[in-house]
C-alpha cells in the first residue's frame, strides 16, 4: 500500500504561487495514478488534478485549469501540484490521492489520501 505525505501548504498572498509535493512510500509508485484533491471549510471535497502513471497525461478542474499543473517524478517517487496566480478562493487543505486503473480523470478513482497541507490565500 502506497502511504502519501504532503508538504509545501502555507500563507500567500493572492497573484503568488505554491508547489505543493507528495512524498510516497512504497515500490509501486509508477504503477498507480495520482490526484491532488482539495477542501475549503464548509465545502465538500474537490477533485483538482489527475495524473497518468506515466505522467504523460494530465487532467485539471476547470476552476484551476491554466493556473495549477500536476506533475510527478517517479524516480522520487513524488507528485507535485505548482499553483500560480493564486486567488483567495483557493484556500483550502489540500490532499494527494492515489488511485488503480487507469482513468486519472475521474475522482472516483482515488481511494486513497494523504492526511493533507493547508493552503490560505490572502486578499
Known amino acids: 500500500q502506497v502511504q502519501l505525505v504532503e508538504s509545501g501548504g502555507g500563507l500567500v498572498q493572492a497573484g503568488n504561487s505554491l508547489r505543493l509535493s507528495c512524498a510516497a512510500s512504497g515500490r509501486t509508485f509508477s504503477w498507480h495514478i495520482m490526484g491532488w484533491f482539495r477542501q475549503a471549510p464548509g465545502k465538500e471535497r474537490e477533485f483538482v488534478a489527475g495524473i497518468s502513471e506515466s505522467g504523460d497525461y494530465t487532467y485539471h478542474a476547470d476552476s484551476v485549469k491554466g493556473r495549477f499543473t500536476i506533475s510527478r517524478d517517479n524516480a522520487k517517487n513524488t507528485v507535485y501540484l505548482q499553483m500560480n496566480s493564486l486567488k483567495p478562493e483557493d484556500t483550502a487543505v489540500y490532499y494527494c490521492?492515489?488511485?488503480?486503473?487507469?482513468?486519472?480523470?475521474?475522482?472516483?478513482?482515488?481511494?486513497?489520501w494523504g492526511r493533507g497541507t493547508q493552503v490560505t490565500v490572502s486578499s
Open positions: 490521492a492515489v488511485g488503480s486503473g487507469t482513468v486519472y480523470f475521474r475522482s472516483s478513482a482515488f481511494s486513497s
